[in-house]
């Protein structure tokens, strides 16, 4: 069974810039798997941020960007900030469905 | 504005059966596919499955632990999608979202219902 992979965790210090990546347990990640990010925030529900690799939500500030790093998908946020504190998931859409990485936990400090 | 309403959660037993409902509104429902996705307390998130537009033929794909004993359906008179649970088991206890789906990516989340398999 093909597993979707984020870094666990990952800490940025406020005003930094930080890369999540998405990947996959074989193989890499194509285009046409159509990655997409969320955050989480606790006690909320998820928030779409990026769809298609690199398409911004409607009312998602452009300090979020996605684009392909080498063979996985990745998110960028430039210039962090306090309540970018959240949990991050990836989507890919794969021949067996929608299928969630693990979540990354970013702490911003 | 879209927005997305469940309902229908509660306290099962093992083995029982419950159906959730997500009323939509602020879009043309009749053309939107649309999803579910759950999450067990404390873990992470998790596509349950998803149906299509009756446009796009209304079929619908499901994750591997709940393949068999999940099925959603749609009424589109209604602007309401459903998923109906049997031979629930304790490890589907998770807080269920409705979302809507646009490029292969959920779009608009609910603000999901509880459900608690438990004796």
């Known amino acids: 069974q093909t597993v979707v992979t984020q870094e666990p965790s990952f800490s940025v210090s406020p005003g930094g810039t930080v890369t999540l990546t998405c990947g996959l347990s074989?193989?890499?990640?194509?285009?046409?798997?159509?990655p997409s990010w969320y955050q989480q925030t606790p006690g909320q529900a998820p928030r779409t941020l990026i769809y298609?690799?690199?398409t911004r939500s409607s009312g998602v500030p452009d300090r979020f960007s996605g684009s392909m790093l080498g063979n996985k998908a990745a998110l960028t946020i430039t210039g962090a900030q306090a309540d970018d504190e959240s949990d991050y998931y990836c989507?890919?859409?794969?021949?067996?469905?929608?299928?969630f990485g693990g979540g990354t936990k970013l702490t911003v400090l | 504005e879209v927005q997305l309403v469940e309902s229908g959660g509660g306290l099962v037993k093992p083995g029982g059966s419950l159906r959730l409902s997500c009323a939509a509104s602020?879009?043309?429902?009749?053309?939107?596919?649309m999803s579910w996705v759950r999450q067990a307390p404390g873990k992470g998130l998790e596509w349950v499955g998803r149906?299509?537009?009756?446009?796009?033929?209304?079929?619908?794909d499901y994750a591997a632990p709940v393949k068999g004993r999940f099925t959603i359906s749609r009424d589109d008179s209604r602007n309401t999608v459903y998923l109906q649970m049997n031979s629930l088991k304790t490890e589907d206890t998770a807080l269920y979202y409705c979302?809507?789906?646009?490029?292969?990516?959920?779009?608009?989340w609910g603000q999901g219902t509880m459900v608690t398999v438990s004796s």
């Open positions: 989507v890919l859409y794969l021949p067996s469905g929608m299928v």
């Open positions: 979302t809507t789906v646009n490029w292969g990516a959920f779009d608009v």
């Open positions: 149906i299509k537009s009756k446009t796009n033929g209304g079929t619908t």
């Open positions: 074989s193989g890499s990640v194509s285009t046409n798997y159509y």
């Open positions: 602020g879009l043309t429902f009749s053309n939107a596919w």
């Open positions: 298609n690799i690199n």
